[in-house]
């Protein structure tokens, strides 16, 4: 199981020294069977008066940080050791019943799952319906796994990946029409497109790093994001449509949650002299340890 070491550094700076309001910060990897923390420290300047952790709705782990002291800049580090196990299209295992589509979740999943397979965005023209329609087969069912992998390689292939690093996202309408957008705009269109197929989908959150010097990752550099797809016999499988990943190679699991905006990395307020906000920098460095560990 490798062993990764993850640095993600969020800068704010400011003209004149400013006050700060409630920080909400979701940086920490979560804990699962496919990734462990070895070690996980923040650290925040100027200090905190008070740092609480708490877990969110989604299981996802959310520091907390208030403020007494004012400063011209806001530096939040997180430094992270972390093991993580590669997993690919190989370990997808689904339950005989949900491998060709269209097939229904059983009653005991179908009341959790609900949120999830619900859209979050118009589609009056249903655009999306039709774009995601158009990977199902014309002469019957559709093996489920294949028509998911279709859809995640056809964004890769298709659309032009064109990074933006100002807040908000496109809606998924407009990433159809205009064919290019980020990784949290692909992962939007997708979650649309297999909603509107009937699957749950979830945004994730998190880092993509390459796992070996032969592997080429688009979206690098910064937060990540993809789309987890509920498969009955599998659980939640991750699908990169930024990269064409369908499995967790490579991806680093942060925030998982029903829309993107319960997801955002760091959110919160500042008060002083009208313009003073000058900019933010965020610089994240993904190694991966030349020796093997093994998992506790």
């Not at 199981?1 to 979560?30: A, N």
Request: net charge negative; with cysteine.
């Amino acid at each position: 199981m490798p062993l990764l070491t993850l640095s993600h550094i969020t800068t704010y700076s400011y003209s004149r020294p400013v006050s700060f309001g409630e920080h909400r910060i979701m940086v920490r990897p979560r804990e699962s069977y496919d990734q462990h923390l070895v070690d996980a420290q923040l650290h925040i300047t100027p200090e905190p008066a008070d740092v609480r952790w708490l877990q969110d709705v989604f299981g996802n782990s959310v520091a907390i940080a208030t403020f007494d002291r004012r400063a011209k800049d806001l530096v939040i580090d997180s430094r992270i050791r972390l093991r993580h196990e590669p997993a690919d299209l190989q370990t997808v295992d689904i339950e005989q019943y949900a491998r060709l589509y269209p097939f229904t979740y059983n009653s005991e999943e179908m009341p959790d799952l609900l949120r999830s397979i619900e859209r979050q965005h118009l589609d009056p023209l249903r655009q999306i319906d039709e774009w995601a329609r158009g990977f199902l087969s014309t002469t019957g069912q559709t093996d489920t796994l294949a028509m998911l992998s279709d859809m995640t390689a056809s964004i890769r292939r298709d659309f032009t990946y064109v990074a933006r690093h100002e807040k908000g996202t496109q809606t998924p309408i407009e990433t159809l029409t205009k064919r290019s957008g980020t990784c949290r705009d692909y992962a939007m269109l997708m979650i649309e497109a297999v909603r509107a197929l009937g699957f749950a989908a979830r945004f994730v959150s998190g880092y993509v790093y390459n796992p070996s010097q032969r592997d080429e990752r688009r979206g690098g550099g910064n937060t990540h994001a993809w789309v987890r797809v509920y498969l009955p016999g599998s659980g939640w499988v991750e699908f990169d449509p930024t990269n064409g990943i369908i499995g967790n190679r490579g991806l680093i699991r942060v925030a998982v949650a029903r829309d993107i905006y319960q997801a955002v990395p760091i959110s919160g307020t500042w008060a002083g002299f009208p313009g003073s906000f000058r900019d933010m920098t965020v610089s994240v460095d993904i190694s991966v340890e030349d020796r093997v560990t093994t998992p506790i």
